[in-house]
C-alpha cells in the first residue's frame, strides 16, 4: 500500500464560523503530517486507511467555552480526528525551543538533538563535499541521511539541506518522529521523519537581527530576518525573509590550533620517487622509493616552518622530509569556518473562494552560496597511468634532477671524487643518452670514465606526487596564500510551489460526517551548481613529454612552442647531483633550472562547474471523513490518489565526459 503525502488544513462545516476566531490568535486548525509514496520516481498510490478510536496524535487541549478546537498534529495517518495516542516517539520542538539553541541555522538545531548523530554539521575542515557543516541534514539514530525522511509542512524536499529550507522565523515548530516508520514512508524513513511545520495565518510583523563575533574580532556571522502577516477579506496573507552570512575563518588565523592539528600529506610537491639503483658495473639491480632532492630545501618566507605567526603561510615551501617521503603541509590553506550566505523567502496565502471551497498556496525560494579554499592540488590523481603510459618520467626530461650514479660507500650521496657517476654512449652527440629498442639508456663502453659518454639521469617512476604544491610558478588563479578557492565551492538555487483546494461538504450524509476532498500540486526545482577544480590528465601527459602547447603568443617553429611540465624541484631550484640549493625561491620561482612556464601551470590546472538539476512534480487528490459511530469510538476513512514524478539531469564538464580529470578520471552527463 502507498500512502499519499499531505498537508492539509481541516474544515469542518461547524466550525467554518471559527475561522475568524482562529486569526484572532484561537487555535482552530487541523495539521496532518504525510504518509509518503512508496514508489519511486513516477509513482501512482492510493490510501484508504480505517481507525477507531486512536491513531499518532499531540492534541493541546482548548476551552469549549472560549469555541478554541484543538490543534492535532498527526503523523502517518491522512484520517482526521481529534484525539490520537501513538506508540511511537515523538518530539516537537516549539518557538521557545528554537529560540533557546541560539543559532540561525536550523541543521545544528537538529544537530543538536540526542537522538541524532552523525550529521555533518562541523565534521570536517578537509571535506570537499561539505565543509563545516554548509549542508547539514537530519541523521536520526546515526543510520544515514538517507535513512530520515525530510518534510516541510508535511511535503518531501528534494534536498535535506535543513540550512536553506525556509527563514527560521517562519518556522512554528519542528515536529520529529524518533522511530522507524518505514511502513507508513518507505525506506526513507526508516530511522523516522522530520517535518518543519512553517506558519500560517500570521498576523502582524516582526523583525530580527543576530549577530555573533569571537573574541578575538576576526570571524562573525550575522542575520537579518522579518515576518510580515495579515488578514483580508476572505482570507490571509503570510510574509517571510532572511538573510544569513557568515566570514571565513583561516586556519592559520589560530595558529597554536593549526600546529597541533594533523595536516600534513604523504602525497608531496616535491614528489617521491621509486628511482634505479645501480649495481658496481652500472646495471640496474633494484629500484628504492626515493624523495625528490629538493625536499625541505627552499627556506619558507618569513616563517619558521611551524606556523606559529598568525597569516603565516608557505611554511615548508619545498616540503618535509620524513624518511624516505617527502611530506606537504596542507593545513594553511584550509578554513576552520568557510564562509557561506544564505537567502531563504517564504509566502502563503489563502482565500476563501466560497463557504465550502478554500484555496491555499505557499512559494519559497532560497539561495546557498559558499567559498572554500583548499591545497593548490589535492593527492591522488591519475599516478599509475602516467606510470603506465610513458614509464614514468623519464631521464631525459629537462628538470630530472637523479644523476645516475653507483654508491660506493652506501651513503646515499653522489661523492665526486669516488668515480660514482655513470655515463651512457652518445654516438650522434647531440648530448641525448642513446637507448636500446626497449628504450633503456646504453652505457658507455666504460660508464664511470667521462671520457667515454655523457652523464645522464635515471628514468623514474612516480610513487608520490602533487601536480603543484608551494613551490615555483603556480597556476594563476588561486588566491594570494595560495589555496585552490572550489573543491566545495557550490551556488545552490531552490524553488517550492505548492498549490491546494480544499472542499467541505457541508449538506447531506458527506457534510454531517465532516468530509472534505483536498486536491494538491507541488512543483520543486533544486539548481545545484557544484565548482570544483581539478587537473588535466592530457595536459601532464603532454607536458612530460614536453609536447604541451601550442603557447600562446609563440611563433610557430620556436623551440619554446611546446613545453614541458616540471614535477620536480627543479622548477624552483637549482639541482647538480642529486644536491639542491635555494636561489631564493620563495621570492623568485623562476630562478630554477627548469621553471614551468605560467601557461603550463594554468593549462593543467581545471575550474570545473557541475551542475545537478532535480525537479519534482506532484498531484494528489485525497478525501477523507468520518464514517461511523461505533461502541469504541468513531471509525474514520481516508481515500487518495497521488501521481508524483523526480527528474535529474546532471551535466558535467567536458573534461570529465573526456575522461581527461586528473582526479576521478571520469564522469558523463545523465538523465533520469
Not at 595558529?255 to 645501480?278: A, C, E, K
Not at 480544499?502 to 545545484?528: A, H, K, M, P
Request: charged share 20%; hydrophobic share 35%; with cysteine.
Amino acid at each position: 500500500m502507498a500512502i499519499h503525502e499531505a498537508s492539509r488544513r481541516v474544515h469542518q462545516q461547524p466550525h467554518r464560523a471559527a475561522r475568524r476566531t482562529q486569526r484572532e490568535g484561537h487555535s482552530m486548525t487541523k495539521k496532518v503530517l504525510h504518509g509518503a509514496a512508496l514508489l519511486r520516481g513516477l509513482s501512482w498510490g492510493t490510501a484508504i486507511g480505517l481507525v477507531a478510536g486512536a491513531a499518532f496524535a499531540q492534541a493541546q487541549q482548548v476551552d469549549d467555552d472560549d469555541r478554541m478546537i484543538e490543534e492535532v498534529v498527526v503523523t502517518g495517518s491522512l484520517i482526521k480526528k481529534d484525539n490520537f495516542d501513538s506508540a511511537s516517539p515523538l518530539k516537537v520542538l516549539d518557538a521557545v525551543d528554537i529560540e533557546a539553541e541560539s543559532t540561525p541555522a536550523m541543521g545544528e538545531i537538529i544537530y543538536n538533538q540526542t537522538f541524532n548523530y552523525g550529521s555533518d554539521a562541523f565534521a570536517s575542515h578537509y571535506s570537499v563535499t561539505n565543509p563545516e557543516g554548509n549542508r547539514t541534514g537530519a541523521n536520526l539514530r546515526g543510520l544515514g541521511g538517507g535513512a530520515t525522511l525530510t518534510l516541510l509542512n508535511g511535503k518531501r524536499v528534494l534536498d535535506a539541506n535543513l540550512n536553506n529550507l525556509i527563514p527560521q522565523i517562519a518556522v512554528r515548530r519542528i515536529d520529529i518522529l524518533k522511530d522507524g516508520a518505514s511502513a507508513l514512508y518507505g525506506s526513507d524513513a526508516v530511522a523516522g521523519v522530520l517535518n518543519i511545520v512553517p506558519k500560517t495565518g500570521y498576523q502582524g510583523a516582526e523583525a530580527g537581527v543576530q549577530y555573533q563575533m569571537d573574541s578575538r574580532g576576526d570571524h562573525s556571522e550575522q542575520v537579518a530576518n522579518f515576518l510580515l502577516g495579515d488578514l483580508t477579506d476572505n482570507g490571509y496573507f503570510t510574509v517571510a525573509l532572511e538573510y544569513r552570512q557568515r566570514t571565513a575563518l583561516y586556519q592559520t588565523e589560530r595558529p597554536n590550533l593549526l600546529g597541533n592539528s594533523f595536516s600534513s600529506s604523504g602525497t608531496g610537491n616535491p614528489g617521491t620517487y621509486n628511482v634505479p639503483v645501480r649495481g658496481e658495473d652500472g646495471s640496474i639491480v633494484g629500484s628504492a622509493r626515493t624523495p625528490d632532492p629538493g625536499c625541505g630545501v627552499a627556506q619558507s618566507p618569513g616563517g619558521n616552518g611551524l606556523g606559529t605567526e598568525i597569516g603565516n603561510y608557505r611554511n615548508n615551501i619545498s616540503g618535509n622530509l620524513v624518511g624516505t617521503t617527502c611530506r606537504f603541509q596542507f593545513g594553511e590553506f584550509f578554513n576552520f569556518v568557510t564562509p557561506n550566505k544564505v537567502l531563504n523567502t517564504y509566502v502563503n496565502f489563502e482565500r476563501q473562494v466560497t463557504d465550502n471551497l478554500a484555496y491555499n498556496a505557499d512559494l519559497i525560494y532560497s539561495r546557498q552560496r559558499t567559498r572554500s579554499r583548499g591545497s593548490p592540488t589535492n593527492p591522488g590523481g591519475r599516478v599509475r597511468d602516467i606510470n603506465l603510459a610513458l614509464g614514468g618520467v623519464s631521464g631525459d626530461h629537462p628538470g630530472n634532477p637523479f644523476t645516475a650514479f653507483y654508491d660506493r660507500n652506501g651513503n646515499g650521496r653522489v661523492d665526486l671524487g669516488n668515480m660514482e657517476v655513470l655515463h651512457a654512449q652518445d654516438m650522434d652527440g647531440d648530448g641525448i643518452p642513446d637507448r636500446d629498442a626497449d628504450n633503456n639508456v646504453i652505457l658507455a663502453e666504460d660508464p664511470f670514465d667521462p671520457s667515454m659518454g655523457i652523464e645522464f639521469n635515471e628514468d623514474v617512476q612516480i610513487a608520490a606526487l602533487r601536480l603543484f604544491g608551494k613551490l615555483g610558478n603556480l597556476p594563476s588563479n588561486l588566491d594570494a596564500s595560495g589555496a585552490n578557492l572550489g573543491y566545495a565551492t557550490y551556488d545552490i538555487n531552490t524553488y517550492r510551489m505548492g498549490h491546494n483546494l480544499t472542499y467541505t461538504f457541508s449538506e447531506g450524509w458527506l457534510g454531517d460526517r465532516g468530509w472534505e476532498v483536498i486536491g494538491s500540486v507541488q512543483l520543486q526545482q533544486n539548481v545545484d551548481l557544484r565548482f570544483r577544480k581539478n587537473g588535466s590528465y592530457r595536459a601532464v601527459l603532454l607536458g612530460l613529454q614536453g609536447e604541451l602547447g601550442p603557447a600562446p603568443g609563440v611563433p610557430d617553429g620556436h623551440p619554446d612552442q611546446y613545453r614541458y611540465y616540471n614535477p620536480f624541484s627543479t622548477s624552483a631550484l637549482n639541482c647538480r647531483y642529486r644536491n639542491c640549493t635555494d636561489p631564493g625561491a620563495a621570492s623568485n620561482p623562476n630562478l630554477g633550472d627548469y621553471p614551468n612556464h605560467q601557461f603550463v601551470a594554468d593549462a593543467i590546472d581545471i575550474n570545473a562547474i557541475r551542475l545537478l538539476k532535480t525537479t519534482l512534480t506532484s498531484y494528489d487528490v485525497l478525501a477523507t471523513g468520518d464514517l461511523h459511530d461505533g461502541w469504541a469510538g468513531t471509525i474514520a476513512g481516508a481515500v487518495g490518489l497521488e501521481r508524483r514524478s523526480v527528474r535529474l539531469i546532471w551535466d558535467a564538464r567536458s573534461d570529465e565526459n573526456q575522461c581527461n580529470n586528473w582526479y576521478d578520471a571520469c564522469s558523463f552527463d545523465y538523465t533520469a
